[in-house]
């Protein structure tokens, strides 16, 4: 959840969508985004849009509070309702990030999420995750959100080294998400996914081994591994820039990569998207499919962000201003974009390729598919499912996604 909104037209106080947003909307499914944007640290690499307890202190008063939190975002639910009209379909996957989601007793979420279910229903075989923070939750805490319709976790891990964790002002101990995930599948979660960070300043070859290692030991059926990406404002930026922890480069994040494409499809996992690895198809976040397959969702809670039939929009980042709008009646909307024909089908292009089944060839001009055919000569696409119509990446053009992105949007 970036902490900067982009720019756009203003949204209407109601949240009405233009018409043509709900054309076709039967053929897409529909998920939910509820945002937490509580912490209780800041994390010194982390640039989204989330409050510590002294940030919000005076800035918001009991709106920004996080003991109504649960109240003031159903009343976004019960909004959406409206914008949204008789649209019948039934949400296919609730996603509750953060910020810690889990800073909130487990019955709000169970209430946020119950919300969900009272406006537009829950499809049968829904997908309904939330992010948790391994020192927040306990046997109690996720046993709750399991019976309250909870089947799926991600715990934030991040990597098992304590002197790496300490870079990234981790707060958890090493071995305590491994914990959590032993204590998830005793509460019943079908699903549990570990985040992995990989290129912190001073972490070595064999502490990510040692963190990839730690994880599959676990026992998650999912594992996602993100490049560290050091946003300017943050405190991680600072330090580096007054040189007391080194800067890793664009060579390290590479071969840290393909020690995780090494070890974790060794352990069965195998790669769906560029950086997420799961031990089956059901293992696989399809509330993150309905982003990379550009689907319909609404993101709800303060910074959230929505799309809907080629409508994007976003709402007002403080959770006082936010809280406000909606106890005015008003839409927490701060703008909104309607996306040409041109701009979905770039999105297409961008967020598709990312995936193992690629990206359709038709969805290329003339540049692009140039580009793609090019991108098969030097081993950035698959040759095989390049002959039957879909650009693939193969495992060196996945090192190299971004660019090959931009030249296949050409």
Known sequence: MPSVLPDGE??????????????????????FYLHVPYCATRCGYCDFNTYTATELRGSGGVLASRDNYAATLADEVRLARKVLGDDPRPVRTVFVGGGTPTLLDAADLVAMLAAVRDEFGLADDAEITTEANPESVGPAYLAELREGG?????????????????????TH???????????????GFE???????????GESDDDWRASLDAAIGAGPDHVSAYALIVEEGTQLARRIRRGEVPMTDDDVHADRYLIAEDVLSGAGFSWYEVSNWATSEAGRCLH?????????????????????????????????????????????????????????????????????????????KPAGLAAAERAVSDGLLDPGPYAEGRAVLTLRGRLLADAVVRDLTD
């Open 10 to 31: 203003p949204m209407p106080e109601d949240g009405a969508l233009p018409a043509s947003a709900l054309l076709g909307a039967g053929e897409r499914p529909l998920g």
């Open 150 to 170: 909870f089947n799926r976790i991600s715990f934030g891990m991040q990597s098992a080294r304590r002197h790496v964790l300490k870079v990234l002002d981790r």
């Open 173 to 187: 101990t090493p071995g305590r998400p491994e914990a959590c995930v032993a204590e998830a599948r005793a509460a």
């Open 191 to 201: 699903h549990v996914n570990l985040d992995l960070i990989y290129g912190t300043p």
């Open 288 to 364: 993150n499919e309905l982003y990379w397959r550009g689907a319909d969702w609404w993101g709800a809670g303060p910074g959230a962000h929505s799309h809907v039939g080629g409508v994007r929009w976003w709402n007002v980042k403080h959770p006082g201003a936010y809280a406000a709008a909606l106890a005015e009646g008003r839409s927490p909307g701060a703008g909104r974009e309607l996306l040409a024909e041109e701009d979905r089908r770039v999105e297409r292009v961008l967020l598709e390729l990312r995936l193992r089944e690629g990206c359709p060839l038709g969805l290329l």
